[in-house]
């Protein structure tokens, strides 16, 4: 399937500067999406019964004992919101945190779809080993966005009830 033919040291080199490329661009280009944009629940976004909250998340994959560890997005493109912490308990920071994760989460799918096209110029293998990298990168960080957003619209909720 390789259209591409390159040595192992340059295939190395495009790998490293197509993920670096392809994360810059996405992120970017998600982060002038305006703010507004995130205020609903969409059809990607909606937390499913299933979910149980985003229960299942921590149940199933330990959310919350590893997600401190992943780097928060805005320290490497420069500007955003930061989702590493609560830095404020008011109604209109939780909703742009709400609306951020959201935001997180579109990008993080979004930056799994180029994977295949890395089997142009890898060999089958090394292109699996793209499309598991766009898996392992990309999925824990799903995963804490839809963890944490049922736990976010709760908090919202007691604002509204109060």
Do not use: C
């Amino acid at each position: 399937m390789r259209v591409i033919v390159l040595n192992p040291v340059e295939v190395v080199i495009v790998d490293t500067i197509a993920w670096f490329l392809i994360h810059m661009i996405i992120s970017i280009t998600i982060q002038r999406i305006p703010v507004t944009y995130f205020a609903n629940d969409s059809f990607l976004f909606r937390i499913r019964k299933w979910e149980n909250n985003g229960r299942i998340w921590n149940e199933w994959f330990k959310v919350k004992a590893w997600k401190h560890y992943i780097p928060d997005g805005k320290r490497l493109i420069g500007n955003g919101f930061e989702k590493k912490q609560l830095k404020e308990k008011s109604r209109e920071y939780l909703s742009q945190f709400l609306m951020e994760s959201r935001r997180a989460e579109l990008t993080h799918w979004i930056s799994i779809i180029p994977a295949p096209f890395f089997f142009l110029w890898n060999p089958i293998w090394a292109g699996w080993v793209m499309i598991v990298y766009a898996l392992v990168f990309n999925i824990p960080i799903i995963l804490t966005q839809r963890y944490n957003r049922p736990r976010l619209k709760r908090a919202l909720e007691r604002f509204s009830s109060s």
